[in-house]
């Protein structure tokens, strides 16, 4: 194993001290193991937090920020936060309007945060959930009762932050938050596995001709192992896969996203970007909005997710409005 850290045990803590190095406009409670943004939260706003094991980077903290979340609790790798972590995040950014937890579908984080929820009701505040679950590959899993949250968590972070930022009150944060969710599909194949710090070795095996179609982010079993082959037609096994769970109508607009999971080159989501693209045209599917990049990880995998949101004007304005976080910034 080669890797830029120094202790395994360490590199959450030393990965937290990296990013208040590097950004100061977030605000690292290292003790709690909650990132804020910095200074004063501002008075009447919903407050958005989101959370999950580390690793998966820039999600969630590299989305702390305006138009975004308030906070961000970063587990340890793969691993859930803690639910005092979810209850010190939320009485940090609470400012009487309530806070909503953005939750991915897995066993651990959807435990954690309804712990948490509780915690908070008794410390006065308004919590509502939005559990993402847009992950066609698999229903049910070791990880998942249902199907697991994955590249959605980004578009409901972003659509429902732009709301909180412009004034809606809780209940309208979270039907927005919900809506994106339900109108969002994923699919993700691995070219590799990903090796985390503890283990040093790779997760599983994969031979080098054969790919895992419809993998999870923490490396988990996908629908299949199948063999290599040309970027055109991994793209139009990952949109059949999503068109099969949810058709779109003819001239349908769309927000799409070709996502890397850690390991691999940007030219190659291009690739798989414009062949995602003609496969959609090919159903007369418009992409209104599209974002190519590495935004939900999973350490050094080499694979892409892909995400498609059916949007309506609603949801494009509010992905237009501005974001100024580390992990995603426009419209400043």
């Known amino acids: 194993m080669k890797k830029f850290i120094n202790d395994p045990e360490d590199v959450l803590r030393d990965a937290l001290a990296g990013v208040a190095a590097a950004h100061p406009t977030l605000a690292v409670d290292a003790a709690n193991r909650v990132i804020t943004r910095a200074g004063t939260a501002r008075p009447g706003k919903v407050a958005l937090i989101s959370g999950g094991g580390s690793g998966h980077e820039p999600l969630h903290g590299g989305f702390v920020g305006p138009g975004m979340l308030d906070a961000a609790c970063p587990g340890e790798v793969?691993?859930?936060?803690?639910?005092?972590?979810?209850?010190?995040?939320?009485?940090?950014?609470?400012?009487?309007?309530?806070?909503?937890?953005?939750?991915?579908n897995y066993t651990g984080d959807v435990m954690n945060f309804e712990l948490a929820a509780e915690l908070a009701a008794d410390e006065g505040i308004g919590v509502s959930t939005v559990l993402v679950d847009d992950d066609v590959a698999v229903q049910d899993s070791t990880w998942t009762a249902?199907?697991?949250?994955?590249?959605?968590?980004?578009?409901?972070?972003?659509?429902?932050?732009?709301?909180?930022?412009?004034?809606?009150?809780?209940?309208?944060?979270?039907?927005?938050?919900?809506?994106?969710?339900?109108?969002?599909?994923?699919?993700?194949?691995?070219?590799?596995?990903?090796?985390?710090?503890?283990?040093?070795?790779?997760?599983?095996?994969?031979?080098?001709?054969?790919?895992?179609?419809?993998?999870?982010?923490?490396?988990?079993?996908?629908?299949a192992?199948?063999?290599?082959?040309?970027?055109?037609?991994?793209?139009?096994?990952?949109?059949?896969?999503?068109?099969?769970?949810?058709?779109?109508?003819?001239?349908?607009?769309?927000?799409?996203?070709?996502?890397?999971?850690?390991?691999?080159?940007?030219?190659?989501?291009?690739?798989?970007?414009?062949?995602?693209?003609?496969r959609l045209a090919e159903r007369g599917v418009v992409i209104a909005r599209s974002l190519v990049g590495n935004y939900v990880t999973s350490l050094d995998m080499a694979g892409a997710s892909l995400t498609i949101c059916h949007a309506d004007p609603r949801l494009l304005e509010l992905w237009d409005a501005p974001v100024n976080a580390p992990g995603l910034r426009w419209g400043i």
């Open 78 to 104: 793969f691993t859930s936060p803690v639910p005092d972590q979810m209850l010190a995040a939320a009485k940090a950014v609470d400012t009487g309007a309530g806070v909503m937890f953005i939750v991915k």
């Open 146 to 223: 249902g199907r697991r949250g994955t590249g959605a968590t980004l578009l409901v972070e972003k659509i429902a932050g732009a709301l909180a930022e412009q004034g809606g009150d809780l209940a309208s944060v979270t039907e927005i938050g919900e809506r994106v969710n339900s109108r969002s599909r994923s699919f993700a194949i691995a070219l590799t596995s990903c090796t985390t710090p503890a283990a040093g070795k790779p997760g599983f095996d994969l031979p080098e001709d054969e790919i895992e179609v419809g993998v999870g982010i923490h490396g988990e079993p996908g629908r």
């Open 225 to 278: 192992r199948e063999k290599m082959r040309p970027a055109s037609e991994l793209a139009a096994a990952m949109v059949g896969a999503i068109w099969a769970d949810m058709p779109l109508p003819e001239a349908a607009e769309t927000i799409v996203m070709v996502n890397g999971l850690g390991g691999t080159p940007l030219i190659e989501l291009y690739v798989l970007f414009g062949e995602v693209a003609a």
